[in-house]
């Protein structure tokens, strides 16, 4: 099976302008979670999302949101970008929600300036 | 507040040795634990897991321990080999629906192996 896949993979964006980064997730996964590791925070959970509703916010401005698809494909938007928003944007799939085992793509690493 | 904590920022250790990486956690209601591998430009690699109502998994040449009542848990990697070196970090979730999706992770240990 192929792995979960994120696109872009590198991204530079300017203050105030918005982003929106894709997610992949395993074939047959159902669930994706969104991180964002930098590092002074590590990995921080950003939102989880299944049959295409947020089932699981964490603690990031409104600034930052979301949404999936029927095909189960992820997308999460950025918008009024601030310099501490560069980080590397992880997106992980799990076969059903609440799943534990999560499996992650490599990334993608935005760069604010 | 950091609620899974490796506090050993970096290990090395010999090829054929053993590895042994450490985290604590502070939240009691934690019911399921993993170990992840990061190699540089990568995103996190599952390695093994442990749930709560035990105290040991092995997969091959990986060993989990959990020790609840310390609230600590182990990785040993036996014997480790050179291509071992990654930074590692647990992590681990909390049941219920409010938690859904989320794993809280450790700042991670880099581990290198010397042939």
């Known amino acids: 099976k192929a792995g979960v896949t994120q696109t872009p993979r590198y991204l530079i964006k300017t203050r105030g302008q918005q982003v929106t980064l894709s997610c992949s997730p395993i074939s047959g996964h159902r669930s994706v979670s969104w991180y964002q590791q930098t590092p002074g925070q590590g990995l921080q959970f950003l939102f989880e999302?299944?049959?295409?509703?947020?089932?699981n916010k964490g603690n990031f401005p409104g600034r930052f949101s979301g949404r999936q698809f029927s095909n189960s494909r992820s997308e999460m938007n950025v918008s009024t970008l601030e310099l501490g928003d560069s980080a590397l944007y992880l997106c992980a799939s799990s076969p059903q929600t609440g799943g534990y085992e999560q499996y992650f793509g490599p990334g993608t690493r935005l760069t604010v300036t | 507040d950091q609620q899974v904590k490796q506090n050993s920022p970096s290990l090395s250790v010999q090829e054929g040795r053993i590895s042994i990486l450490n985290c604590d956690y502070t939240n009691s209601m934690f019911d399921y634990f993993l170990w992840y591998k990061k190699y540089p430009a990568e995103g996190p690699t599952f390695l093994i897991s442990i749930s709560s109502i035990k105290d040991k998994n092995e997969d091959g040449r990986f060993t989990v321990f959990l020790n609840k009542s310390a609230k600590h848990l182990s990785l040993h990697i036996v014997p480790s080999q050179p291509g071992d070196s990654a930074v590692y970090f647990c992590?681990?979730?909390?049941?219920?629906?409010?938690?859904?999706?989320?794993?809280?992770f450790g700042q991670g240990t880099t581990l290198q192996v010397k042939p």
């Open positions: 999302y299944f049959s295409e509703t947020q089932r």
């Open positions: 992590a681990a979730s909390v049941p219920g629906s409010s938690n859904t999706g989320k794993l809280i």
